[in-house]
């Protein structure tokens, strides 16, 4: 379980996270959209002990943030994947393990990058990887830590968007696989959306949390899921809020016309 209580994270006068308070509940898929500046990265490297909070604390499983990742209980995929070029994948997949002390799982690397549809590319080193290739590779390195709880930033946001689609069910599939705790962040409505059991849009300067959603879409779910009607309204519910002029309440929920 994470729990964050009244976190803000200030850098000389950018507020880039303010009074976040948000549970995340041990097995759930959380997803936090908004637009780009609006602090999700801060707010996720605060959740994974990667910074400070200015003010207020987060708690993974009712312990301080290092503590934690000491005990290699969170996995985390960057924004920017950060594969050791020098490795091979399945030398990348089973590199953070065998770092936090845990008993090396070659076996377990492989059966992963097959999972995530690596097969055959085990010994490639990144460079010879597609971008969505390394970022399925840093992906499979952060589920193989075994860590119960995994923050994603936006992996998939290099990607075209039927690989992100046909890795968006992948991946909720591995969740439910694994039984992780997920927070995925994402600047993508649709993708929020997709994968979500619960989305938080976040707003920025400052970044905080605006509206919370409860995403009921079938599960397991499947790509078939994007056709519903009951998808496009989702949709269209967390854009309405993205997309309200919160500066003017005159305006709020209004229609943006093109110029
Ligand atoms: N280390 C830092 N020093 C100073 N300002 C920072 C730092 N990290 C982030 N910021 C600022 O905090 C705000 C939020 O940044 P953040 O990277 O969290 O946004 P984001 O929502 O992840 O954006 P994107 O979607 O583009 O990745 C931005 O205004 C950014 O300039
Ligand atoms: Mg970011």
Not at 157 to 185: H, N, P, S, Y
């Amino acid at each position: 379980m994470i729990e964050i209580d009244g976190v803000t994270v200030a850098f000389d006068d950018v507020r880039a996270v303010e009074d976040v308070d948000l549970t995340v509940d041990d097995g759930e898929f959380l997803t936090v959209v908004g637009p780009s500046g609006c602090g999700k990265t801060t707010l996720l490297r605060t959740v994974g002990g990667l910074q400070e909070p200015t003010a207020g604390r987060v708690r993974v499983n009712g312990r301080t943030t290092d503590a934690a990742r000491a005990n290699a209980e969170i996995g985390y995929v960057f924004q920017q994947h950060t594969l050791l070029p020098w490795k091979s994948a399945v030398e990348n997949v089973a590199f953070l393990r065998e770092m936090a002390g845990k008993p090396a799982d070659r076996e377990g690397a492989r059966r992963l990058l097959r999972e995530v549809g690596l097969e055959g590319f085990e010994s490639a080193r990144p460079a010879a990887l597609s971008g969505g290739m390394k970022q399925r590779v840093a992906i499979a390195r952060a589920i193989h830590l075994g860590a119960e709880i995994l923050l994603m930033d936006e992996p998939f946001g290099e990607l075209d968007e039927i690989t992100r689609e046909r890795l968006g069910v992948e991946i909720r599939g591995l969740w439910r696989a694994e039984r992780k705790t997920v927070v995925f962040v994402t600047h993508s409505v649709p993708e929020a959306v997709f994968l979500a059991d619960r989305c938080v849009v976040m707003e920025s300067d400052p970044g905080r949390i605006v509206e919370t959603f409860d995403v009921d879409l079938p599960r397991p779910r499947t790509d078939e899921a994007y056709s519903s009607d009951a998808f496009q309204e989702q949709v269209a519910a967390v854009r309405a809020v993205l997309h309200e002029d919160r500066s003017n309440p005159s305006t709020a929920g209004t229609t943006l016309t093109e110029p």
